[in-house]
Structure formats: C-alpha cells, structure tokens
C-alpha cells in the first residue's frame, strides 16, 4: 500500500514553544491530507482536511490560529502546535488520499503518528 | 456522514476466527466500507475495502449484506499479533472527511 510518513516520531516541548509535524506521501501525491488527534483510549478526532495550494478546513472547536496548516506541494502537509500547552500533548496523527486502482473510491493511508508531550 | 457502531471489545483465543460486526444503518449509495488496524502509538493501517458482497485479500475478509446496513471482518486463525483495536469506517473516502467510531478492542488469549 500506499506509505505516509511523519517527522518527527516524537517530541517534548516546552509550554509556549511552536512545534512543527511533518507529513509526506513517500510514493504517491496526494491533494487531500487530514489531521486527526488522539487521546489515550480514545478515538482520531479529526482536526482539519488540508487541501494543497489553498487553505486548510477545520473541525468545529479546533483552533485555526493555535493549529497552523500548510500544504505546499501535493507530497507534504505541515501542523504547526503554536504556544504548545500542557493540554496540547496528544498523539497526532495525518492521513493522505490515494485514488483505489480499478477505479471506486479514495482510501486514506496514515501515517505512523507524533507524539507530542508539553511540559 | 454515516454513523458506525461496533462491539467495543472482543477476545478470541489464538488460531480461531474472529468476526467482528459494524453497524452503518444510514450509509448513503455512494459510500464504502473500509476497516483499519491500530495498534497503541501507531498510525492506522488499512486492512479492507469493499462495497458490496464479499471481498478478499490475504489478511481478511469484509462481508456485505445486500441492504449495505453492517458489515462483518473476518479475520481467519487469528495470532497475538492480531491483537490491536479495529474501525470500521463509512464513507465516500479520500475527499471528503471520515469519522471514527469507537472501534473494537480485540484481544488474542494464548
């Protein structure tokens, strides 16, 4: 199947600082990346569909200005945590599209995920 | 967007059969169902896709009934290495925005 990658794997931070998360699709393009948040036992929150060359959509109760994305090429999308918290720790993760071969329907491919932890 | 509902957690022994049911009563006609794999601190992985019948790979099986309400993933002789939490998740993928349900724990005993 189709590889996403994310850089980095992990990262501590401390609270006020911006961290930035890469995500690549390795062997394909991609025109659509999404941004999913998730919480220990819990679910992907969906935080944003990020669309290259335009701008990001996102989720209600998701902070545009604290969650920068950027889609600058249809092979990487970027999440910016701005002012990162203590309550911003959480393990994110970002998906790319990929058209199904014969034809049907997209299928998301994700990527490993980053761990962020605020102190 | 298509609601999802699954059993909340499983447990099967090693090299049986495991099946696991997902609920999707309003799917609309140009939805599919796919099932992803996570396991703790991983990104999910795509294990199946269908949208009708049955489907087949060399991981599983997806089962779908003619009114497309549920769908079943069948995963032959399972290992402990199966043991990770299952979505099922509905929708005209790739553009247009998913959500995930709660998923299925599944636990392989010995």
């Known amino acids: 199947g189709a590889v996403v990658s994310q850089h980095p794997s992990w990262v501590i931070c401390k609270s006020g600082t911006s961290v930035k998360i890469e995500c690549r699709s390795l062997?394909?393009?991609?025109?659509?990346m999404f941004w999913y948040r998730q919480f220990p036992k819990q679910s992907l929150m969906l935080m944003a569909t990020?669309?290259?060359?335009?701008?990001?959509?996102?989720e209600q109760g998701v902070e545009k200005d604290k969650f920068l994305i950027n889609h600058a090429s249809l092979t990487l999308s970027t999440l910016t945590v701005t002012s990162a918290h203590p309550e911003d720790s959480s393990f994110y993760i970002c998906?790319?599209?990929?058209?199904?071969?014969?034809?049907?329907?997209?299928?998301?491919?994700f990527g490993p995920g980053t761990r962020l932890t605020v102190l | 967007l298509a609601k999802t509902t699954q059993p909340i957690s499983m447990d099967s022994y090693e090299g049986q059969e495991v099946n696991i049911t997902c609920s999707h009563n309003?799917?609309?006609?140009?939805?599919?169902i796919t099932w992803y794999q996570q396991f703790p601190s991983q990104g999910p992985r795509f294990i199946i896709q269908?949208?009708?019948t049955k489907v087949t790979n060399e991981v599983a099986s997806l089962f779908i009934p003619a009114d497309r309400k549920s769908s079943t993933l069948s995963l032959p002789r399972v290992s402990l290495s199966d043991t990770a939490v299952y979505y099922c998740?509905?929708?005209?993928?790739?553009?247009?925005?998913?959500?995930f349900g709660t998923g299925t724990k599944l636990q392989v005993i010995p």
């Open positions: 990020s669309n290259e060359g335009s701008k990001a959509t996102y």
């Open positions: 998740l509905v929708g005209a993928l790739g553009y247009q925005k998913v959500t």
């Open positions: 998906s790319a599209t990929i058209r199904t071969s014969g034809g049907g329907t997209d299928t998301q491919y």
């Open positions: 309003n799917i609309a006609t140009n939805d599919y």
């Open positions: 269908g949208y009708k």
């Open positions: 062997d394909f393009q991609a025109t659509t």
